[in-house]
């Protein structure tokens, strides 16, 4: 078999067959096949796109690629939830404990935070003493004993993904359906998922801006995920505004913990709901959404998903005193209001730029080294279709730093006050499964 070959069998609109697939993904990763032909290769699939079998042939072949997690040491069907990034989305927290406490194993493999989205692990962390460094049998254990364990990425984990994602990266070829929903879905089955919700984000903090695009994307996973044997559902969920109020590590965790004593904000718990509602399905512990979603509301009614979310954290060295006394994560020195100039309704917050100003206050990575102010963010007191008046405050940044002008500048100039009412976005846009 011959690269030249296959670049050209694409380019000209072919159909690659499984075998194909696999040579090029063997020899890029071991690096007999160079990058100036693996970019030709990328633009082909850019252009000519994948059907079905090819999706499902790369996205395995990825997947094999590195370390394949086992955990069938773990009984039940584990089921991963998957993000495609957003703003001040807290999900995971809520999750991970919730579904474990009606009995759904949850044994997650986090990333640290990035840019303007923010990562489980970095979050976590900031409850004192919580640490993700666990032996592969530990998390197992852990998951075995109370069905709930979170550890950070580690090993070799699908690099032939890694190395493709990078080259992508510089040669104008990300914005591929197949290739982006290959590349997710690689990763979900490298990390031992037997079945996988997905959280497809829209609007202008999310990966996809385009509805549209959002739905294919989904769409195309959901289809890989059912034609390799994980059962997956997808969610397409609004992110043109912060989910939540809470936007940064430690008031995230304030946040979650708020949500699994029922008093968190209305968007993210109905999050919460539909997407614990579609793993406790796929994991077989209720028979449809409907009950699944009563099991979960009863949970978190009787208290025993913030009971599990305790016993959770102090299973990983965590202080769980800090659920019931939050004072006790890091705080940031200073809060400041930011007030309305006018009075009206809230018509926009614009979700990345939100993000990026809690990142000026030192809540995300900038680069893959820098390190980060857990204590710092912005809290909204309002969302998109509330009214407003001049003087009210909008929300509240916490900072470190006593300067926040440029903070307050960016803030102001991404929401947008308006007099004429409007119906605020659905939140949940559509259930794909
Ligand atoms: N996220 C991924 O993991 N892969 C892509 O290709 C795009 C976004
Ligand atoms: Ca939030």
């Known amino acids: 078999m011959r690269m030249y070959d296959i670049i050209a069998k694409k380019r000209d609109g072919g159909e690659l067959s499984q075998e194909e697939i696999q040579f090029f993904i063997d020899g890029y990763t071991s690096g007999e096949i160079p990058d100036y032909q693996a970019s030709a290769f990328a633009m082909a699939l850019y252009f000519q796109g994948m059907n079905k079998e090819e999706r499902a042939a790369i996205t395995m072949a990825m997947a094999q690629s590195g370390d394949m997690i086992d955990l069938s040491e773990i009984e039940g069907t584990k089921v991963d939830k998957h993000s495609t990034g957003g703003v001040g989305d807290t999900t995971t927290l809520i999750l991970a ?39 592969k049998e530990e998390f197992i254990q852990n998951v075995n004993e109370r069905k709930v364990s979170v550890i950070g990425q580690s090993g070799n984990l699908t690099p032939a993904d890694k190395k493709l994602y990078a080259l992508r990266d510089v040669t104008a070829t990300v914005n591929s359906i197949p290739l982006i929903a290959s590349s997710i879905m690689s990763k979900k089955i490298a990390a ?12 202008a903090g999310a990966f996809m801006k385009e509805e549209s695009e959002s739905i294919d994307l989904a769409k195309a996973m959901v289809e ?5 044997g994980r059962k997956t559902m997808a969610v ?36 919460s709901l539909t997407l614990g509602s579609q793993m406790v399905v796929l994991a077989g512990h209720a028979e449809n959404l409907t009950d699944a979603w009563s099991l979960l509301e009863k949970s978190i009614e009787n208290g025993d998903a913030l009971k599990k979310f305790k016993e959770f954290l102090a ?3 965590g202080d769980a005193s800090v659920v019931d006394e939050p004072t006790l994560l890091p705080q940031a020195k200073y809060q400041f209001e930011v ?29 893959k080294d820098s390190e980060i ?7 909204l007191q309002k969302k998109v279709g509330d009214t407003i008046e001049k003087g009210e405050p909008l929300l509240t940044v ?8 440029e903070v307050e500048k960016k803030l102001k100039e991404n929401i947008k006050i308006s007099p004429d009412p409007l119906i605020p976005p659905d939140l949940i846009r559509q259930i794909i499964t």
């Open 192 to 203: 031992g998922a037997d079945a996988i919700v997905l959280d497809v984000k829209t609007g």
């Open 339 to 367: 007030l309305a100039d006018t009075s009206g309704y809230i018509h926009e917050m614009v979700a990345d730029e939100i993000g990026h100003a809690a990142s000026m206050l030192g809540a995300g990575r900038l680069t």
């Open 224 to 228: 890989i995920g059912n034609s390799v």
């Open 373 to 379: 102010d857990l204590s710092v963010g912005v809290v």
């Open 236 to 271: 397409i969920s609004d992110m043109s505004q912060p989910l939540g109020n809470a936007i940064g590590n430690a008031l995230e965790v304030k946040e979650a913990i708020e949500t699994l004593k029922g008093t968190g904000p209305e968007d993210l718990t109905k999050l």
């Open 97 to 135: 404990p919730l579904v474990a406490s009606v009995g759904v194993p949850v044994a997650k493999m986090s990333g640290r935070g990035l840019g303007h989205t923010g990562g489980t692990i970095d979050k976590l962390e900031s409850v004192p003493g919580f640490h993700v460094e666990l032996t």
């Open 398 to 405: 916490h900072s470190n730093q006593e300067d926040i002008k």
């Open 315 to 317: 299973s990983q060295g």
